[in-house]
């Protein structure tokens, strides 16, 4: 009854012919005797599913003897069968180097040595290693030193380039060298880096970048000397005020960027330099210490000069432009593996766990605990 009551056949002889059965009539409502009339006619309701349906397969609970980061990587095959584990907290990778004890969690590498302690981040550590193979007592030493020295010019006022500035800078005349910085906070997209005497990682020779204002005098009367036998450099600085006198580089070379000139006036809710004006992106102070990709408002305007037989088209005069605007958002954070670049970024936490090459799909969330409140984030 269900069946010919609810059925998708509309015509009732069918539905009566199925079932061995004669039409059901019913009595007119208002005449008993009357005419019959056949039942209206009814279509089954949409079908449904349930939503369990979709619910992945239960995995059977079994012991699996491998925990991610140790023994298991997002790069490997998954465990036949399946795998879950929920990680509270950060992994922590501990080495040692003869008596030298090694902590990496959070992105961040630690040396934990007293007289020779430093933080930086681990995507930092993991390069400058792999070029100095079999010299890691002297790199924890140099490290110690450069931290240092970067600390104190920073409580100076410095602030370091944003990365997008100085790749700009390096397309000018197709850099392959960095001269200034420090080792851990040079960009691994060169393929030599260093200042003065001390060598980071690569060849000392080809086409230059400096970072005029991140090296020592002695460091820029150094390079100042191998310039006079080179044509091919370029050179960011802060932009020299009427009354200082000349940079070497001057001599011979041509302004093609500052932000000093003709400047506009701020637009409404800009943040703006402290005499009136505003300078370009730089790094936060220490981010190389806490892996910090956030920019600042750099309070001294900056301007970058090549040779003045350099030719520097209009897109690379923009290129820079765009690079050096005050944005106060991030600087670029692009993941690159080829070449240099893939050693760092292979040392980031989610590298060393081996994500980047996970094939499976990835979800990710975002939260914040403000006040005991928790907001949620996608």
């Known amino acids: 009854m269900l069946d010919l ?7 009732t002889k069918t539905q009566c012919n199925r079932l061995n059965t004669s039409p059901l009539h019913r009595g007119n409502a208002s005449n008993k005797n009357g005419p019959a009339r056949v039942k209206r006619r009814m279509q089954w309701e949409a079908p449904s599913k349930p939503l369990a349906v979709d619910d992945p397969l239960l995995l059977l609970e079994r012991e699996v003897h491998a925990e ?15 795998y879950v584990r929920i990680l509270a907290e950060s992994l922590l990778w501990e080495e040692h180097l003869d008596k030298t004890r090694i902590r ?17 981040a681990s995507s930092s550590s993991n390069f400058v290693r792999k070029r100095w193979l079999d010299r890691e007592q002297e790199l924890i030493t140099v490290i110690q030193e450069e931290t240092k020295r970067t600390e104190e010019k920073g409580e100076a006022g410095y602030r370091s380039p944003t990365w997008s500035i100085l790749r700009a800078l390096q397309k000018i005349n197709k850099a392959k060298r960095l001269e200034g910085k420090a080792m851990m906070s040079a960009p691994p997209f060169f393929q030599s880096a260093g200042r ?22 002695s460091e820029q009367e150094q390079w100042s000397e191998k310039m006079g036998k080179s044509k091919d450099w370029v050179v960011w600085c802060r932009s020299r005020k009427r009354d200082e006198e000349q940079r070497p580089f001057e001599v011979d070379g041509k302004e093609i960027f500052s932000n000093r000139s003709k400047q506009a006036k701020p637009k409404a809710g ?20 806490q892996g910090n990709i956030k920019c600042a408002v750099s309070e001294e305007y900056a301007s970058c000069w090549v040779h003045q037989d350099c030719h520097v088209v209009d897109e690379q005069r923009a290129a820079l432009k765009k690079a050096a605007g005050v944005s106060g958002g991030k600087d670029e954070c692009q993941v690159r593996f080829k070449g240099r670049e893939h050693d760092y970024w292979m040392g980031t936490e989610i590298g060393m766990l081996g994500g980047y090459g996970f094939q499976g799909q990835v979800t990710a969330g975002d939260g914040s605990d403000k006040q005991g409140k928790m907001g949620g984030g996608i």
């Open 5 to 11: 009551k609810w059925s998708k056949d509309d015509d």
């Open 196 to 217: 003065g005497d001390l060598k980071f990682w690569g060849e000392d020779d080809g086409p230059t970048v400096v970072v005029w204002e991140s090296s020592s005098e």
């Open 104 to 120: 990496t969690t959070e992105g961040l590498t630690t040396c934990m040595e007293p007289h020779r302690g430093w933080t930086i």
């Open 270 to 289: 800009e943040k703006t330099y402290k005499k009136g004006g505003k300078g370009q992106s730089v790094r936060w102070r220490a981010w190389w210490r």
């Open 68 to 82: 991610i980061g140790i023994k298991l990587f997002l790069d490997q095959e998954i465990p036949k069968g399946g």
